[in-house]
């Protein structure tokens, strides 16, 4: 099997894009999520301290236009934290996807020299 010139450098573009899109998405996404921590935080202690129902489950089942904006804000809040794995998750796919579009070339090189072989032999 022979790997092409084209076929290396199309690997490591589309690996090393991989990789610094998912590193740069990543650092991203734990910078953001440190501030929503702290940012829930202080939005709870604020609705504390004006006696307002703060209790999330109680608040998710509440109407919307029943709730003053700083419940608003724990809700949404709550679950920009909650999905914190799922974007996580994505970020991986994502670098999965580019690893894989950096195989194909060698994918193909290696069809061809499948293909190549089985009519050497017929």
């Known amino acids: 099997m022979i790997t092409t010139k084209f076929s290396k450098q199309f690997f490591w573009l589309f690996a090393i894009i991989g990789f610094f899109l998912s590193l740069f998405l990543a650092i991203n996404e734990y910078f ?11 939005q709870m202690a604020f609705c504390l301290e004006s006696n307002k129902n ?3 489950d109680k608040l998710v089942n509440i109407k919307k236009e029943d709730l003053n904006p700083n419940q608003l804000k724990l809700i949404e809040l709550n679950m920009l934290i909650i999905n914190f ?7 991986l796919i994502i670098f999965g996807i580019f690893n894989l579009i950096a195989l194909i070339p060698l994918i193909i090189n290696i069809y061809s020299d499948i293909k190549s072989r089985i009519r050497l032999i017929r």
């Open 32 to 42: 953001s999520h440190q501030i929503f921590l702290d940012e829930y935080q202080r």
């Open 85 to 91: 794995k799922n974007y996580l998750i994505n970020i």
């Open 54 to 56: 703060c209790d999330i």
